[in-house]
């Protein structure tokens, strides 16, 4: 089995088996999968001790607890992309810049949603790429409407590292972004991921009022001066309000 490891294609081997199975024995796992009966249990302990299993007091095993986080993740992402992409795609045949969609990955933000093909000159966005969370108007979106006590812990723990010019590395002066994101309702950035580009980013809320993406208007850092910036803003937080309030956001 070139270039896969054996430990882990048996381990999925075995979580594949709760798919037409609510529950399993040890002697029925061992007789579905056919993996040997030490390997198994080594296997079985180590998927109970991560939470992908959980061995109920009847000693049969069921799928865990951490399914129900991850399901409840990807689950929530989905939601959110069917319901922003056609708002995207509203904004960007209106403004013609590039739209983006990005969700909280632990301490990053990452991109699953981009519409950009009337924007004339493509900025390096990509579904799936990654940036912090205090670099960039998308990813400062989120942060600054964290709770109170995640901000502390983030500005804490977090080494503020530059990717372009205008990297915000000072905690000082990013925590008055943060306070000023809040007041505003919106975050601009120039140049923080990219030199001479800007973006405009606003937080999107679920039903418990709590951010869980944000969504962007971006391009060159010459059409994000003056009262077009205004403007966009307006046009942005329209449509962040409208995903939000699809999502079950009363507060809108």
Known sequence: ???????VVRSMDILNLFIDHTELSFQEVIELSGIPKTT??????????????????????????????????????????KIAYPIMNEIHNDVKEAINLIVRDGNEAMYIEKVDTKQKVRLYTAIGRKSPLYAGACSRAILSFLPDAEIKEYLES???????????????????????????????????????????????????GEVIAALSIAGLETNYQGEKVEILVEKLKKATTEISKQLGCEQY
């Open 1 to 7: 089995m070139p270039n896969k490891n054996i430990t």
């Open 158 to 208: 977090i080494e503020l590292k530059p990717f372009a010019m205008g990297t915000i590395t000072d905690k000082e002066k990013l925590y008055e972004s943060i306070v000023q994101a809040r007041e505003l309702g919106h975050t601009i950035s120039h140049s923080e991921l990219e030199n001479y580009t800007s973006a405009i980013a606003a937080p999107i809320f679920d039903h418990k």
């Open 40 to 81: 198994a249990f080594r296997m079985l302990k180590s998927l109970e001790e991560m939470e992908f299993l959980e061995k109920g007091t009847d000693a049969k095993y069921r799928l865990g607890t951490l399914f129900l986080k991850f399901g409840h993740l990807v689950s929530m992402r989905l939601d959110v992309r």
